[in-house]
């Protein structure tokens, strides 16, 4: 079932442009026929659109490089390893027009790791994971893309721009960190800024994994609240007349929790006010609330995807947002529950849920998002319903 956000009048694309602003920078690949059919002449063209799906926490290094040894060791061609980890959920990615993640860790072989407790990196071959399994854009405002380095973070980029992933949220300063991923195809235009931001309570990681203007880092700010909306004011200001629609992707949160802090609403607030047409979150790897807000959705954690970073963590539930983009008006969007891995059958594999195991995931989501004045529609049927123990 769909989620239709309706806008009214005054919202449209002359509030959009006239408004302090929207967010974003964009990227959009709409499908062309391969046939152009003639329109009649009473026929309405039709508006412009692509489909946006989006993912959680993605890291293709660690355990799951290991896994990929192990496979190669085996004798498995390089060509049949590449796709596995994400062909359990290509029919929702391959169907999208664009698919972003959020990437987190850094595809290199170099550069000294960080003291911390955990450092995540990939081998840059790797990347042929994320390009069969149709992602064509990533965030890398977060917590483990600086883990080797300024090296590292250069070996990443130069790694993303050589497979053809658009990418935003890290840069060789803090200004390439700010800039957005904007794209533009058959007339729609859509951007995505990203940024990490943690509370001092539940900060962990070293203040020089941040950019700055003269060092290499991650978009975002060290525990300073103002100082990060200072830069999402500006940022959105700045391509809210360039862009038909715009996105910002947080990584934020508690790890390992569903509860969804007041900064995580005051920011995914701020950024529908001054035009976004949605926010993501990662971070927590656990799925998080889901609020509509003046009818944008903010999905406040999407969880794990396909990550690396644990072979088999307890909770196994988390989900891909799905989004259909229009040169006007917000989005209709909607969420496709997914189980992110089968420890030791089939690790780092994401699946979409179906049947009754589906229905369990929609009432959990539902729980989640109770708390909110408003959710997806979708959800609403959800609400309320008992859950199974321990779920």
């Not at 840059?124 to 890398?140: A, C, H, W, Y």
């Not at 809210?240 to 715009?246: I, M, R, S, V």
């Not at 992110?340 to 979409?352: I, L, N």
Request: a neutral charge.
């Amino acid at each position: 079932m769909a989620y239709n956000m309706l806008q009214s009048a005054p919202m449209r694309r002359r509030s959009f442009l006239l408004g302090m602003a929207s967010v974003l920078a964009g990227l959009s690949l709409p499908r062309l026929s391969p046939t152009k059919r003639v329109l009649a002449a009473d026929e309405p063209t039709p508006t412009p659109s692509l489909l946006l799906a989006v993912g959680g926490d993605t890291t293709p290094g660690a355990n799951l490089q290991e896994h990929v040894d192990g496979q190669l060791a085996a004798g498995v061609p390089k060509e049949q390893v590449w796709p596995l980890y994400f062909a359990g959920v290509k029919s929702v990615l391959g169907a999208a027009d664009l698919a972003l993640v959020n990437l987190e860790c850094s595809f290199t072989e170099r550069g000294e790791k960080l003291s911390k407790r955990f450092n995540f990196r990939a081998r840059p071959e790797l990347v042929e994971i994320l390009k069969t399994g149709s992602v064509n854009v990533v965030t890398l405002a977060n917590n483990h893309q600086m883990d080797y380095g300024a090296v590292g973070l250069e070996d990443t980029l130069a790694t993303l721009v050589a497979a053809g992933i658009a990418h935003f949220g890290a840069g060789k300063n803090l200004e390439a960190a700010r800039q957005p991923a904007v794209l533009e195809r058959a007339g729609v235009k859509i951007g995505f800024l990203g940024y990490y931001f943690q509370s001092a309570a539940n900060m962990l990681e070293s203040q020089t994994m941040f950019a700055t203007p003269s060092r290499p880092g991650v978009a975002g700010c060290f525990t300073d609240l103002a100082c990060v909306r200072e830069q999402i004011v500006e940022d959105v200001q700045r391509l809210a007349l360039q862009t038909d629609a715009g996105f910002v992707y947080f990584h934020w949160g508690k790890e390992a929790s569903t509860e969804v802090l007041e900064y995580q609403i005051e920011l995914a607030h701020l950024c529908i006010d001054l035009g976004c047409q949605g926010v993501f979150g990662a971070h927590p790897h656990r799925l998080q609330g889901v609020e509509v807000y003046r009818d944008r959705p903010i999905f406040y954690s999407l969880g794990n995807f396909v990550f690396g970073g644990n072979k088999d963590p307890q909770d196994k539930l988390s989900a891909i947002a799905t989004l259909r983009v229009t040169q006007t008006g917000v989005p209709t969007a909607e969420l496709v529950p997914i189980q992110v891995t089968r420890w030791p059958e089939a690790p780092f594999q994401p699946f979409v849920l179906t049947g009754a195991a589906r229905e369990d995931a929609l009432t959990r989501i539902a729980a989640l998002s109770e708390g909110f004045p408003q959710t997806l529609p979708m959800l609403q049927p959800y609400v309320g319903k008992d859950r199974k123990p321990g779920a």
